[in-house]
């Protein structure tokens, strides 16, 4: 199947054409020789996605954090974002980043720090709102600053994008059309997941057709637990679980054929991130448990094998 001009190229990445294969990006064997289980192939490749956002980057709040308060913020992007880099790099693990169109305009050397790491790059739009709560006026209107301010910055060109909050679902399934007239041929924003999409949507990567023409949906990683469907790859609910869980849930889903999908942010990783009262589920998603989770994260990540997620839309694509 080909999604158009998604097919990744020679010298190309599925999310855009920046982003070369970096040459140290090969695990090595272990001192007896081995090689690490992350490197044998007969492992599905799952992803790691970025969101690059700032701490204050919370929808549906107003207030102290509205965006016309952004400017006066304390700004935490940058080391959070240099941490990030570092521990990927010690992981040798690329990623995809969904960006922030706001964050790209004020640093866009960051957006080349993460190029030049040989990171994809995608969209996370650019004010960082609920696509649901906009039309299709706004919403188109609000891509394309995002793909204005990732071009400015060097990048070439977006495929790829990630909704805030997950929030592309029934509320907003145009929202994949207009994506598809503005050149995007990925869409991870639709979660299997109550309460932010619906336990109905499939957990595997998948084709979704719009009038405009297909467009590859692929999910993040859930659980079934205690009768729930629980966030295992994001989230509170990826940085309450031992790594051991975490790795068994994606080994379990790599045995079925399928990648796993996995989506942390900057702000995550914050020693000392700062404090504002937010309502109840939200400090929950934002706050509970980062103690230690850069530790964790690590251990998950020398514990399998991920790559961008471009990686799974090739894989996708060649077996459909
Ligand atoms: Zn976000």
Request: glycine share 8%.
């Amino acid at each position: 199947m080909t999604l158009g001009s998604g097919q990744a190229g020679p010298g190309t990445s599925w999310c855009n054409s920046i982003v070369a294969p970096k040459a140290t990006m090969q695990r090595r064997p272990n001192a007896d020789g081995r090689v690490p289980r992350a490197a044998n192939p007969a492992h599905a490749e799952n992803a790691l996605t970025v969101d690059l956002e700032e701490w204050f980057h919370v929808c549906g709040v107003g207030g102290v954090l509205a965006f016309e308060h952004w400017n006066t913020l304390p700004a935490r992007v940058v080391p959070t974002t240099r941490s990030l880099l570092d521990l990927l790099d010690r992981a040798e693990v690329r990623a995809t980043f969904f960006i922030v169109g706001w964050i790209a305009e004020r640093y866009p050397w960051l957006v080349q720090a993460v190029h030049d790491a040989g990171h994809e790059i995608g969209s996370h739009s650019y004010r960082h709102q609920r696509v649901y709560e906009l039309d299709e006026t706004a919403f188109r209107s609000d891509l394309r600053a995002s793909i204005v301010a990732l071009k400015a910055a060097g990048v070439a060109d977006v495929r790829c994008f990630r909704a805030p909050e997950w929030s592309v679902n029934d509320r907003s399934l145009w929202a994949l059309e207009t994506l598809v007239e503005e050149g995007f041929t990925l869409d991870a924003s639709m979660a299997p997941l109550k309460m932010v999409g619906s336990v109905m949507y499939p957990r595997r990567p998948h084709v979704r057709r719009t009038g405009a023409g297909p467009i590859l949906e692929v999910p993040p990683l859930v659980a079934d637990r205690f009768g729930q469907v629980m966030p295992l790859g994001w989230g509170w609910g990826l940085r309450m679980s031992s790594p051991r869980r975490v790795l068994r849930a994606i080994d379990r889903l790599n045995r079925s054929g399928q990648p796993a999908v996995l989506a942390v942010h900057p702000w995550e990783l914050d020693p000392d991130p700062p404090r504002v009262r937010l309502p109840a589920g939200l400090r929950f998603a934002h706050y509970f448990c980062l103690a230690g989770f850069g530790e964790r994260l690590r251990t998950i990540l020398s514990g399998g094998r991920f790559g961008p997620i471009g990686r799974i839309a090739e894989a996708t694509s060649a077996s459909m």
